[in-house]
DNA sequence: AGAATAATATACCGACCGGTATGGATGAGT
DNA sequence: ACTCATCCATACCGGTCGGTATATTATTCT
């Protein structure tokens, strides 16, 4: 046996965690696979989470949030012009995602539509994700309108919603299709929806 | 034991695979709660059915496909103005639907996000059953053209695609929020593309 | 240095799963 | 009425799952 290094562990186990679940979903995610990829066994498992449940819920607030957040928050809400980071990230996530982004979908969007209805708790923190960036997107429609690009009459908190519906939408199809040309062409159509919400169009 | 009815034990273990399937997912449904619904047992679902994977495939092709396409499809086709036809839908399937289907989620949708990855067949009939939607749709945008309804520069196979796409994301987003009333804003805005689609607007 | 505690490995358990083997009941054909 | 294939129930199997009990090793504290 190796150094101990608890911290780390706990983080590898993580990580496995979150990759296996990606892959297979949680309730097909095996304790066995997840730790068969990492070096360590389910004593350290059991030691760093009581339960597979409580493991779930860690990847889901400390993994996936997480990088949620950096990827599709972030650049709107430090940008000064937010529609256009908006447009932009809209027509080139694609380029700034994991290869297996395109086959295995969403963590998030796989995650809910698995477990929001079978338990409360994984529904919960997940809506809390999805929530945070609708909050994103509905401010910056609104930035937009205060800005006078975003026409008046929209209704930010209903068109964000749309948007993260639409977006989650087009990434499950193509997931489906296994098609990264049909995800482009699906992208496109959301920006050009996006584009409708403008002033003077 | 009661009179023996082959057709029709076959058609109660197809009805309760689906709604069991449909409630956990394919893989989380077990054969003896499928089973117990019904007054059934192993010997019968073996006997008309070679293995579970025979009878997802089963649910799809002869449950699933045929709902949709007589709730999605046929209601267009059979219009002499689909696009009016489409926009009534997109505005009132929700009232045309199970009740559980707020909470449950698309069958289809549900199915292609848990399987698609894992499995082809299932893939591919999936997959057949939405292209089948999507034809319809594009056709509807086709004719709609044709009419003078739809503008000319819409692509229909991308706008069908994408409001396939989109009308799957609400679904979605809508079992997660456990909200109908976040589904009926989130189908407005699909409507208000639609009609941003349509000419003089 | 010694004691206490944290961290990890190993072996094991009961529950459940999909699937099978077998046999009995039913109905159709002759 | 006898045969035979269809239909279905029951008991059982091997395998996998999440979880536990326990022992052992590493670290930290006194």
Do not use: M
């Given at each position: 046996m190796d150094i101990k290094q608890p911290d780390q562990s706990r983080n590898t186990i993580l990580q496995a965690a979150y990759c296996e679940i990606h892959r297979k979903g949680y309730q097909a995610a095996s304790i066995a696979d997840i730790l068969s990829d990492t070096g360590l066994t389910k004593g350290a498992l059991y030691h760093h989470f009581p339960t597979k449940h409580a493991l779930g819920?860690?990847?889901?607030?400390e993994i996936?949030?997480?990088?949620?957040?950096?990827?599709?928050?972030?650049?709107?809400?430090?940008?000064?012009?937010?529609i256009d980071?908006?447009?932009?990230?809209?027509i080139h996530v694609d380029q700034q995602v994991p290869a297996d982004y395109m086959e295995l979908g969403c963590p998030l969007n796989n995650l809910m539509q698995e477990m929001s209805p079978l338990d409360h708790e994984f529904k919960s923190k997940l809506n809390a994700i999805?929530?945070?960036?609708?909050?994103?997107?509905?401010?910056?429609?609104?930035?937009?309108?205060?800005?006078?690009e975003i026409r008046p009459d929209?209704?930010?908190?209903?068109?964000?919603?749309?948007i993260v519906s639409a977006w989650?939408?087009?990434?499950g199809i193509a997931k489906n299709l296994q098609s990264g040309?049909?995800?482009?062409?699906?992208m496109q159509q959301?920006?050009?929806y996006v584009v409708s919400l403008c002033a003077g169009r």
């Open positions: 819920l860690a990847v889901i607030e996936i949030g997480d990088r949620l957040g950096r990827l599709l928050s972030d650049p709107i809400r430090e940008s000064e012009k937010p980071a908006l447009l932009y990230l809209i999805l929530r945070n960036w609708q909050d994103t997107i509905e401010w910056a429609l609104s930035t937009g309108q205060a800005q006078g929209v209704d930010p908190k209903a068109a964000a919603l749309f989650e939408g087009c990434v040309e049909a995800f482009r062409t699906c959301l920006h050009d």
